[in-house]
């Protein structure tokens, strides 16, 4: 067990070269997976220093807080920062990033200079965001509907569409960059079949990124023309179709949630299979299934606008076709279930989020039942029952899922473990925290409260009163994690190189890993998963303080 | 169910108590599900934590449980795809005849007029037990109609008319509120259903406007802005006779058949080239600018007035992007 | 196709290799066939970035097709058709280069790129001369936009003027996007024409020829969309 030994400390990607220069120009992946955890971290916190205002708003019926302008203008960001800023790049840009090349036996990505791209296009992007946040903002909801954002807004619409454009660019090379990896550089012996599922996910939301993103970049583009030029795309008044922008939007806007999740799905699979000491139940069934949401997921856009003025009958299609895409996600769900059915299972803070991840998106998917239901749809739509949907599979869901995967691979990244009773603790915050916030909203929903309301009738307070209180508890939740992180890079326990006794590659090289990754490139033999072959780590880890 | 802390919305329609069933069904369903999924992760996770001795068993999966587990599933989905859609097409069906009431939204009012002839604003007085039907534009952005009690929504657009309907059960007052993200004042764009007993809703109409009805006014407008000189009520006029083609098959000069309804009228009055009716020429003006929302509606209620039933009851057509 | 690497090595061994092999590749082969499948999939995105506008243009055609074939009609055909022979003879020049390079023929390498890039400059250039002629048409969306020659033209149809702006919008939207692309592409050819003449490509390595091949050859085909699409509707003799 090696502890704070007296060895010259090895080569490693964090020490092999040190200034500001080695950072803002490397092109190994790790770094800029770190890099990307930064910038993300800093987004995630303005993302929920709006959502707060916004829960703090919220606590009495009248608009006393801020003003209405001002309410419109912080949900909005909150839910374009949260979503463009945070969650899409989130896993992919940090996890991903990190360890693709390391889990199927590469020295880096197909095209590092690229990542590095894909970074700057992130921090311009993030750079125009802040400067539209504090000359004025912009009100549009983030869903950006015309002729509401072209014709009739004074925010700043182009300026937060211009940002925006830049960041579907990132994602789109860093989709670009995993596809082209995963196809051409697996070391020998790496098959498919013989890949994590964390690759298969991950892969799936490549696809995704690569075929939606740019459809929401013209559709951006076409919004920022409309409102520069006068034209009359999505104008009524001028001949033009504000569905049209619907349908546009929601072609990506559909594909995105799936980007988000995905992911999320990619640690659950490892962590669970980690911490039950076994091959995920299932195999093949869970990668198939990954490549099924990625596909499916492009057919069901216009179940968001069940109620905009579609046909019949286009909501009928869109309607079957939305319970199709459930399918798959209840068979990882299910497969998640059976794997731990004679498993060997420690209850370490990855192990809590896998857990808490499982329960809060099996709810929040059910719900995603419901809303697909076109005459319960019609009552609930626009209301906060949408609302606390999406929060429950974003949330519950990839956020639980990200936090996993932090923990779970930061003795890989840092060389460092995180005290273990905090990461407990601040997990246990963390579900119970987002219970009280989210689950009242369901009842509010169905009640009748409207999303996007600054205001709203007495009989609506004591449920968004529990959801305030929820969400200040959540918000210390989150803070916990950045504090014990930070501290553990100076003062947590230095880690060995497979702490968890996992399997797949990355563990195979030491913690941190060197800058090309392995000594000697690996040559696979084994199948992914191979738990008995691999002996648990010699103690419970979980009594390390 | 309690008095301070409502947790069910007030069942007020003929289609609300169907959600209900529905939303009900699915509540026990997904409560049913999540027991079942933490129950077993619950007794897993104790039965099956790491103990001394014991290695985990190495289960490469079953494809009997896939595929039972993919297919009740689906089955289950269909079921309930099939009774929302049911419960939908109740929804987006208004009965024949049905009263209308046409809807003008603007940032931040609700407008709201009788055929009769009565204006209200963010208020809608209607009996209970009748059939309405809702015809509703908006003036500027996107908007939505939402009566929680009546569990409707519709989105109310610029542009085109959009429908939804109701029948009241119960008198009461209920929210209407505005569900579309419209700006500034948008949670203030909030009204009030006033359901009465029907003697109270005559006794109510009768008090009510002055203005004349939504038909008469329309009259009006058509001699002023002088559509009565094509449109005459004989075949010798530049423009199409208008007696009796509301809710009827038109036939077009591009070879196209169309329903003349509420959008195609609207379409015809903002935009006439759009379609020119068989045998005429596309000379008419266009009056795009010319007439506000309110005085579209008139003139729509009163081409409808020149048809057999003055409440066709047919769907509006809906929308080109489907 | 290699979709696992051939060679393993140390990291700290070196086996020698031309100096354009990227360190974290394992070998020539398999850098080749990741440039490759990294711009098809670019290029896709590309497909996914226009269709969106595609996809608009379509929809208002079947809406206002009076209007569309009205707008169609007031383009310069004859320019339109000459754009596209100069870029169709491009794409001729840059498949020619990717085989110059291939076989190691630098001067002719040298010579088809710099012909690419006339003709691609030659395309902006007449493309400017269209749009400045539109602008004097009063045919630019916007504050300043009058479609009352389409009227004037047009009798025997009713163009809706707001309808006609849409096609413009389109236009604009449509042919600014590529030519924003057709300037990229001049820009990625300037470099490859500089590195050409400097000899740093050959038959051990050729990829960015060939890959800025298919770039330039995807915004070609672009174009032949676009041009049908835009300058051929309705152009039958009016009856």
Redesign the interface.
Known sequence: MATAVITPERENYLNQEYGIKSWLLTVDHKRIALLYLVSITFFFFIGGFFALLIRLELLTPA?DLVQ??TY?KLFTMHGQVMIFFFLIPSIPAVLGNFLVPLMIG???????RINLLSWYLYIIAGVLMLHCICTGGV???WTF?T??STA??NTKVVEAGVAIFIAGFSS?LTG??F???I????????TWSRLPLFIWAHYATSIIQ??????L???L??VV??RL?????FD?????????FQ??FWFYSHPAVYIMILPAMAVESEVVACF????I?????VAMSSIAIAVFGFLVWAHHM???????????IF??LS??V??PS??K???W??T????????TTPMLYA?GF??LF??GG??G??L????????V???YFIIAHFHYIMVGGAVMGYLGGLHFWWPKISGRMYPEWLGKFAALIVFLGFNLTFFPQF?LG???M????????P?FQ??NVLSTAGSTILAVGYVLPMVYFLWSMRYGKIADDNPWGAAGLEWQTTSPP?T?N????P?VTWEAYN??QIP?PAE?VSVER | MFD??????ARASTGAG??DA??IF?LL??GF??LA??V??VV??LR????PG?????????TA??IT??VV??GI??V??A???????Q??TPPRDASEVYVVAK?WMWKLEHVEGQREINELHVPVGRDVKLIMTSQ???H?F?V??F?????V????Y?TAWFRATKPGVY?L????????????M?GQVMVMEPAQYQAWLSGGSTSGSLASNGQSIFQQLGCVTCHRSDTQGRGPNLAGIFGKPVQLEDGRTVVADENYIRESILSPSAKVVKGFKPIMPVF?GLVSEEQLTELVAYVKSLSAAPSAGTKVQ????? | M????AA?????QHRPHGPEL?????SAQ?QR??AS??MW??L???I??????F??YL??RLW?FNEFAAGSRSLDITLGTVNTIVLICSSLTVALGVRAAQMGKRKLLVILLLLTLIFGLAFLGIKGVEWYAKYKEHHI???SFDAGDLIRDYPQIHI?P??A??YF??YF?MTG?HALHMIIGVGLFTYLLYHSMKGRYGPEYYTPIEMGGLYWHFVDVVWIYLFPLLYLIDRKPLG
């Not at chain 3, 996914?48 to 506008?53: A, I, L, P, V, Y």
């Open positions: 608009g209405a302008d419109n590469a020295k880096d990505l197909a095209f590092p009100d549009t909801g509907y002729p509401f009739f807004s789109i670009l960059n596809v082209v990896t196809h051409r550089m697996r070391a020998p012996g790496m690569l075929l939606g993103t740019p459809v970049a013209i559709t583009l076409l023309f409309e030029f006068h034209l009359g795309i009524p008044t001028r001949g033009g179709d504000p569905l049209l349908h546009l039950t000491r076994k091959r139940f299932g195999y093949h069934f069940f109620v905009a003025g579609i046909s019949l009958y286009s909501a009928l309607s079957a319970y199709l459930a399918v209840a068979i769900v299910f497969n279930t059976a731990m059915y004679k498993g060997s299972i420690t209850f857990f499982i329960g099996t709810m059910l719900t039942l419901f697909a239901a076109l005459g319960i749809d019609v009552h739509t626009d209301t009842i169905y009640m009748g409207p999303r996007r309301y600054w205001q709203y009738p009989e004591v449920l060197p090309f392995f000594d000697v490139p040559v738990y008995d648990a419970e | 301070n802390l409502p947790l069910w919305p169907n959600v529905l939303y699915l369903l997904s599900m999540c999924i933490f077993m992760i897993f996770a099956y934590r790491r103990q014991r290695a985990a068993e190495q289960i490469e999966g079953s449980l896939e587990w993919s599933p689906l989905f269909m309930i795809f009774w929302g859609a049911f419960i939908f097409f929804e987006r940032q500027d952005v996107i939505s939402y929680p009690a569990r409707i929504k519709q989105d657009l610029p542009g085109r959009t929210h509120f505005c569900a579309e993200y419209c700006g500034s004042q948008h949670s203030g909030i795009q809906e929308s080109k992007v489907q | 290699s979709d696992s690497p393993l090595e140390r990291h700290d990227l360190h974290h590749f394992s398999q066939d990741a499948l990294g999939l670019f896709g995105t590309e996914m970035f226009f269709g969106g506008m996809l608009a929809i208002y206002y969306p916007g504050a809706d707001a309808h702006q849409i919008s389109l939207a996007l």
